[in-house]
């Protein structure tokens, strides 16, 4: 009550100055519009394309999508109850730790995390309408801010398109010291690949290169599981396809974020 008021001028030399650093803030981004978005990066039309591409799987094969979700979140539940279980990397238990999925479709993953008691969402370039657990987003240009997540977890690393700024991104939200859960699937050597399959994909095919480049984005690689799994899409494929069990290799890397 003592202190002597702020007079005017004062209040306003700060309301600029605080106006001045947040209009300077390298990594603002002032629209969320993902083609103006797109626009304003000064992306190639390559990368338009890209994203066009990614985004036209759900319209073109919506039952097999639902039925990899179902079964994807059943596999991921397993998967990390087990590296809890272990203790694999430290991982204790996902009780209130925050955790975002990258590339998550409509969210089988993210479910599973939210079932082990995480706090979880997802982004993805398509993830239908009235998705409650995966919000739209780029994971090159992940839509949060820097240090917002304890861990990261995605399975579609075969559509990275540049992979050092896919890196960056995160890294850049996971908190230090943070975990990225990177799974990793058979590639084109064994047919892995498809029309999807993006231009600096990662698999089984090349692990060392994808582990060489998350270290250059600020990780270190701290543990890994595999497993081996089969997965029914009998009742969304054709009678008598020969791709309706996918026999599942699954090379899970766990990458700390460097402090």
């Known amino acids: ?18 106006a001045a650093a947040v209009a300077d803030a390298p990594d603002e981004r002032t629209t969320s519009d993902l083609s103006e978005s797109l626009r304003r990066r000064g992306e190639t039309r390559t990368y338009h394309a890209y994203v066009a591409k990614q985004q036209s799987k759900l319209a ?20 990390f109850a087990a590296a809890v279980a272990r203790g ?7 009780g ?35 998705n409650m657990d995966v919000v739209f987003g780029d994971f090159h240009d992940v ?36 975990l990225f859960f990177a799974s990793l699937y058979p590639g084109a050597s064994v047919g892995g690949a ?16 994808f582990v060489a480049a998350m270290r250059a984005c600020g990780f270190e690689e ?9 997965m029914d899409l009998s009742s969304v494929m054709p009678p008598g396809a020969r791709n309706a069990i996918w026999h599942q290799k699954i090379l899970t890397i766990y990458l700390r974020r460097r402090s």
């Not at 089988?108 to 398509?126: M, Q, Y």
């Not at 801010?145 to 861990?151: T, V």
Request: hydrophobic share 40%.
């Open 222 to 230: 701290v543990d890994e599981t595999r497993i081996t799994e089969d």
């Open 194 to 209: 498809d029309a999807w399959t993006a231009k600096q994909a990662a698999s089984l095919d090349d692990r060392p290169a």
């Open 143 to 178: 839509p949060f801010a820097a240090d917002s997540f304890d861990y990261a977890y995605s399975n579609v690393l075969d559509h990275i398109y540049d992979l050092r700024r896919f890196g960056r991104e995160v890294a850049r939200v996971i908190k230090p010291g943070g």
């Open 88 to 94: 694999t990397a430290g991982v204790a238990g996902f």
């Open 1 to 18: 009550m003592g202190g002597k008021t702020p007079t005017l001028p004062v209040l306003a030399c700060c309301w600029l100055a605080a």
């Open 96 to 130: 209130g730790r925050t955790v975002l999925c990258l590339g998550a479709r409509l969210g089988g993953e993210v479910r599973a995390f939210k079932s082990l008691g995480a706090v979880a969402v997802g982004i993805d370039l398509e993830p239908g309408r009235g």
């Open 60 to 79: 073109l094969y919506p039952e097999k999508i639902r039925a990899i979700d179902v079964a994807r979140q059943h596999q991921v539940r397993r998967e």
